[in-house]
């Protein structure tokens, strides 16, 4: 449908306005809430549909990992990332987790304040040890 964006210049409010394509650019555009004439069209974001194998491909790139073991809050802003791509239903500890990260603490220091996260013991859920050199 021909819904176009608008911003009245006037009293700042936004709306839209339906016009088929023939009254577009001939029709006069008055804002609902003032009735001016003095409106501007908006432009709105463009959206890209992406396959899911062309998103985890692009957050596989190895440019992106680039510095993060530094800085807590880029490994926070790419782990939400990652989260959000993968479209799938995350724990709650996942976004404390991120939410810590993107706030700047250490992952150390996350794992101090949340010791449950890395399961019994340190260990993970099998109940090895973290320091396991087993592989």
């Known amino acids: 449908m021909p819904y176009y964006p608008y911003r ?34 908006r432009i709105t974001r463009v959206r890209i549909a992406k396959s899911e194998e062309s998103r985890l491909e692009e957050l596989a790139d190895p440019s992106l990992l680039a510095g993060l ?27 404390e987790v991120v939410d810590r990260l993107e706030a700047g603490q250490t992952p150390e220091e996350i794992e101090k304040a949340m010791p449950d996260l890395a399961g019994p013991e ?14």
Do not use: I, W
Not at 29 to 36: D, F, G
């Open 69 to 95: 073991e530094d800085d807590p809050k880029a490994l926070g802003r790419m782990m939400r990332r990652m989260g959000e791509e993968l479209g799938e239903e995350l724990p709650p500890e996942f976004d």
């Open 122 to 135: 340190g260990g993970d859920s099998e109940g090895e040890s973290a320091d396991s050199d087993d592989f």
């Open 8 to 41: 009245c210049l006037d009293c700042h409010k936004r709306f839209e306005v339906f016009l088929s394509y023939t009254e577009y650019g001939t029709r006069a555009v008055l804002c609902p809430s003032c009735n001016s004439q003095n409106v501007q069209r």
